[in-house]
């Protein structure tokens, strides 16, 4: 358990700190800026300023709701993986290319060698930092993610790649924590695709958190989790955030038959789903978490990212998480 981890970097969390995955939906004005931007009628400040203000609105709502440990939302990424690839030196941006169902998104090309020349997501965390007293998470996709989402032209295989990314992205964690950021949240949803793979992602996630005084979530989703169980525990971090309301609770099963170590932000409402989940049922799936997790470990969030859902429907997720939290608090704490 890392309670004691999280009490040295001076954080002290509630039983079952809600948190969330990362993404919020971009509000309507945001919308419209960054389609205004896309067709030159706004300039770059006009759009900056935009996501400025959207992020304000999701720290703000977190705040009413009662959300333990914030995100500042992820207003200025389009693509989890274009954002960085953006970025970083080597990249080129690709052709359309289709990826769940029916959306598409641009597949960056690895065309040089990979180099972080200056922060990517550290003014974003500045900002939401200085609107909120509340912790705060850095977020960045990890190298894995991004390797596995690219064309690999310049290094000669997947493995060198993804270990010359995270060599680069570490300096990005190392700005953060710098900074003042104590949890560092890795999104690597691409690592339970491809088992065979995963000692890779393992030494990827060495070179990105070796040495640095941080408590280290990664989000991992579309899961294929029995494939990389318990494989998976052997990446250095110290919680793993989980899709588990969409899968049905499965991965409970596996953790039944060899004993998970870790904490872990325990998806409990789907993220696919338009129908806002009632509060029994989120509150099972937290009871369910409860027989065969240690009380001490169990965040609780949303199962991925909540872009693709409405505002309202983002906001009213978030609180069914919330709620269910308090209702296991308090009932749980006085044990
Ligand atoms: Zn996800």
């Excluded at 912790?135 to 000669?156: C, R, V």
């Excluded at 993220?271 to 001490?296: F, G, N, T, W, Y």
Aim: glycine letters at 6%; one cysteine or more.
């Amino acid at each position: 358990m890392s309670r004691a981890k999280l009490q040295g970097l001076g954080i002290d969390l509630p039983l079952f700190p809600v948190t969330s995955v990362g993404s919020f939906p971009k509000p309507d004005f945001l919308l419209k800026a960054r389609a205004d931007y896309a067709s030159n009628r706004i300039r770059r400040g006009a759009l900056e300023k935009a996501e400025r203000q959207a992020t304000e609105f999701w720290i703000r709502k977190q705040e009413e709701l009662g959300v333990d440990v914030l995100v500042d939302g992820e207003m200025y990424r389009g693509d989890m993986v274009g954002y960085f690839a953006e970025n970083l030196d080597g990249f080129e941006e690709g052709g359309l290319v289709r990826s769940y169902g029916n959306r598409y998104y641009r597949k960056p090309i690895i065309a040089d060698e990979i180099h972080w020349d200056e922060p990517i997501t550290l003014e974003w965390w500045k900002y939401a930092r200085g609107i909120t007293s509340k912790p705060l998470k850095g977020m960045l996709t990890g190298p894995y993610t991004i390797m596995d989402w690219s064309f690999i032209e310049y290094y000669p295989d997947r493995r060198t790649a993804c270990l010359a990314l995270a060599k680069e992205l570490r300096n990005e964690v190392e700005a953060l924590i710098n900074e003042g950021a104590k949890i560092i949240q890795i999104d690597d949803p691409a690592i339970s695709a491809r088992p065979e793979e995963l000692p890779v992602a393992i030494e990827a996630m060495h070179i990105m958190t070796d040495g640095l005084r941080a408590y280290f979530i990664s989000h991992i989703c579309y899961g294929a989790f029995e494939n990389i169980y318990p494989g998976m525990l052997d990446l250095p971090v110290d919680n793993f955030d989980l899709e588990m309301a969409n899968s049905g609770l499965d991965m409970l099963e596996l953790f039944k038959r060899h004993s998970y170590t870790k904490d872990i932000s325990f998806g409990v409402v789907d993220v696919h789903s338009h129908l806002i989940e009632d509060e029994p049922v989120v509150e099972q799936r937290l009871r369910q978490a409860l027989e065969i997790l240690p009380k001490e470990a169990v965040w609780v969030d949303p199962d991925c990212g909540l872009k693709t859902r409405t505002v309202d429907e983002a906001i009213a997720k978030m609180q069914a998480v919330v709620n269910a939290a308090m209702a296991l608090r308090a009932v749980t704490s006085d044990k």
